[in-house]
């Protein structure tokens, strides 16, 4: 079966860190890009980041710059989005997509490639 699962939301203060995981499963992640995606209650779905297979082939949404990393684990075919200067405004359900390249995932559609159903984080106080 194919598909992703993300885990390691919680809740966490403001300026606290957290490490999301997105595996796959029934297909191999390392050679294709690998999106995250957040929504907030009562917003829309926006871009996270996004990296790709290739150099060059990442995208950092403006507002999580110099705070969020992204990376990859091959071993255990995941990807992972380090989280560190957490605040309120980062709340909500984190999911993770999966297509051939970063500009597939930037549609948000989810006809496109494979896609999680998303763990929550809550940062507050």
């Known amino acids: 079966q194919t598909q992703l699962v993300e885990s390691g939301g919680g809740l966490v203060q403001p300026g606290g860190s957290l490490r999301l995981s997105c595996a796959a499963s029934?297909?191999?992640?390392?050679?294709?890009?690998v999106g995250w995606f957040r929504q907030a209650p009562g917003k829309e779905q926006e871009g996270v980041s996004c990296?790709?297979?290739?150099?060059?082939?990442?995208f950092y949404a403006e507002f999580v710059k110099d705070r969020f990393t992204m990376g990859r684990d091959s071993a255990n075919n995941s990807a992972y989005l380090q989280m560190n200067g957490l605040t309120p405004e980062d709340t909500g359900l984190y999911i993770c997509?999966?297509?051939?390249?970063?500009?597939?995932?930037?549609?948000?559609?989810?006809?496109?490639?494979?896609w999680g159903e998303g763990t929550l984080v809550t940062v507050s106080s």
């Open positions: 990296l790709g297979s290739y150099r060059n082939d990442q």
């Open positions: 997509s999966a297509a051939s390249d970063c500009g597939a995932i930037a549609s948000g559609s989810r006809r496109i490639g494979v």
């Open positions: 029934g297909f191999t992640l390392e050679y294709l890009a």
